[in-house]
């Protein structure tokens, strides 16, 4: 059984990515959500277990201009003294800086009923940054609130480079190190879409970065960055990929986590990647689970490819290990339930076994070479400017099942 929601009168709205209330009492939303006319805002919607709305807010800057989350995930640290708790929620995403129309990145905290704790735009004078990812660190030995890593991509001109910043947890500013702001690249067009803290010793602490590397010449490559615990110190980073002239040539990482169940294809603390590989140039991709080491980022065995391995699209968005295997979250616009007519787009849930594999799937062996990309650190001016705008949700029952891959 499906739900859609629908957020505010004559609104247009989308959700990019949800959390789990630890406490067991539902799920956060974060996306956009616009009427036609105003631009698009933060929207942040708390649904319980059943699926049933419990409340919907947007988040507005200034005049007309869009604002959205792109994630979120539950605070597990705070400082009530200063105002924070855990279970307090966490969006990274994009705002548009009203003084110059540019593309700013933004982070902002709420509490656990989405009232603003505080929140943050980060400008570099008219350039382009965005967050797609972020995550809560772990706060230093004896407690206290844990920074925030917001990652994505700084556009400047045909300049496209992958980009993190570190902010303190309380307040959303930047401090002394390891708090800080980079990017990162070399030649080609870069971004980050997934970051990790690394808890496994003795890397832990360590901050890992995916996403894809791009030029002409050689398509798309899975790009990942390891840095301490200052997205400034570079510690090993790697291309994955096959050349664009091999059957696949195009490969885009778009979610990281840390291993924590022992499973065959890969012990705790391993990394294991998700996203989609694919023939340059063509609708052709399949999502695939990619199993790298922490330290050196090399992948340490086969990869397994997941779709109808033919003409269209099958991406791995998300993805979580559990004591039998891997969950994977994405889209298929591969048909592959066979409905008349075709659906242009489901929702594509895979299942593994500890191997990593299922009927449906195929090996996969990619190679890999270190690379040498440079990483500066940047200043970060940061501006609070948003304000919380609560919002009716109604929702509706829709029944979706759907057998696929028999």
């Known amino acids: 059984m499906g739900t859609t929601y629908d957020i505010g009168p004559g609104r247009v709205d989308f959700g990019l990515a949800l959390a789990e209330a630890k406490d067991g009492s539902g799920y956060v939303v974060t996306g956009f959500s616009g009427a036609a006319g105003t631009g698009f805002d933060v929207l942040l919607m708390k649904v319980d277990c059943a699926g049933e709305p419990v409340w919907a807010n947007t988040y507005s800057g200034p005049g007309p201009l869009p604002e959205g989350g792109f994630d979120v995930v539950e605070a597990k640290t705070g400082t009530a003294a200063l105002g924070t708790n855990p279970g307090d929620i966490l969006v990274a995403g994009l705002a548009v800086n009203p003084a ?8 902002l905290r709420t509490r656990a009923d989405g009232t603003m704790i505080w929140n943050q735009r980060y400008n570099i004078s008219t350039a382009h940054e965005f967050f797609r990812a972020l995550t809560e660190t772990t706060p230093p030995t004896g407690g206290g609130t844990g920074d925030v890593v917001g990652v994505g991509l700084f556009a400047f001109g045909a300049t496209v480079k992958g980009y993190a910043v570190r902010v303190n947890g309380n307040t959303g500013l930047i401090g002394a190190a390891p708090q800080g702001a980079a990017i990162y690249g070399g030649p080609d067009v ?27 010449a050689t398509a798309s490559d899975i790009w990942a960055v390891r840095t301490g615990a200052s997205p400034a110190a570079l510690l090993a980073q790697r291309r994955i990929g096959a050349p664009a002239t091999a059957p696949l040539g195009e490969e885009v990482a778009l979610d990281v986590h840390e291993v924590t169940n022992p499973l065959a294809i890969a012990p705790p603390g391993r990394l294991a990647l998700t996203g989609h590989a694919g023939t340059p140039g063509t609708t052709a991709d399949d999502a695939f689970l990619l199993i790298i080491d922490q330290a050196s980022l090399a992948p340490t065995g086969i990869g397994q490819l997941f779709g109808d391995h033919a003409g269209l699209r099958d991406w791995g968005v998300s993805l979580h290990d559990h004591e039998k295997g891997f969950i994977i979250a994405g889209f298929s616009e591969s048909n592959l339930e066979g409905s008349i007519p075709p659906d242009p787009r489901d929702l594509y849930l ?3 076994d500890p191997t990593g594999r299922t009927r449906c799937s195929k090996d996969w062996e990619v190679p890999s070479v270190a690379t040498q990309f440079r990483v500066l650190p940047i200043p970060q001016q940061a501006t609070p400017f948003l304000q919380r705008l609560p919002q009716p949700v109604t929702s509706v029952r829709r029944d979706t099942r759907i057998p696929v891959c028999p």
């Open 350 to 352: 895979i299942e593994t």
């Open 100 to 107: 110059n129309g540019t593309r700013d990145s933004m982070l």
């Open 190 to 216: 870069e971004s980050f879409e997934s970051v990790v803290e690394l808890q496994a010793a003795p890397l832990t602490g360590n901050l890992v970065m995916v996403g894809s590397t791009r030029s002409l």
